[in-house]
Nanobody, 120 residues
Framework: QVQLVESGGGLVQPGGSLTLSCAASGSILKINNMGWYRQAPGKQRELVANITSGGWTNYKDSVKGRFTISVDNAKMTLYLQMNSLKPEDTAVYYC??????????????WGQGTQVTVSP
């Protein structure tokens, strides 16, 4: 089993900042890719940013220049630094990780989600 636990969500005013964390644990052999997704009420879940084991990053256009994804491989923890937050960033943010477990089986796991609300 692979577990992902997110933290760091909350209420912030427009223009403010938050940092989300996602700690991975379990019988992990290798993580190939980690990412942050979000889902606003009435909308589909969408990719916000992802990072590969080689360090390649990808961002949704609307967050480029405002959000930064990073990973601490030693701690198996993913981060999302969010600056200049806008009301349209309000959503439940989910962490995702994909790779291989000890024993060779692949995994594709999700966290439970953390609420981010941007409001005056």
């Amino acid at each position: 089993q692979v577990q992902l636990v997110e933290s760091g969500g909350g209420l912030v005013q427009p223009g403010g900042s938050l940092t989300l964390s996602c700690a991975a644990s379990g019988s992990i052999l290798k993580i190939n890719n980690m990412g942050w997704y979000r889902q606003a009420p009435g909308k589909q879940r969408e990719l916000v940013a992802n990072i590969t084991s080689g360090g390649w990053t990808n961002y949704k256009d609307s967050v480029k220049g405002r959000f930064t994804i990073s990973v601490d491989n030693a701690k198996m923890t993913l981060y999302l630094q969010m600056n200049s937050l806008k009301p349209e960033d309000t959503a439940v943010y989910y962490c995702n990780a994909a790779g291989y477990r000890i024993g060779g089986l692949s995994f594709d796991s999700w966290g439970q989600g953390t609420q981010v609300t941007v409001s005056p």
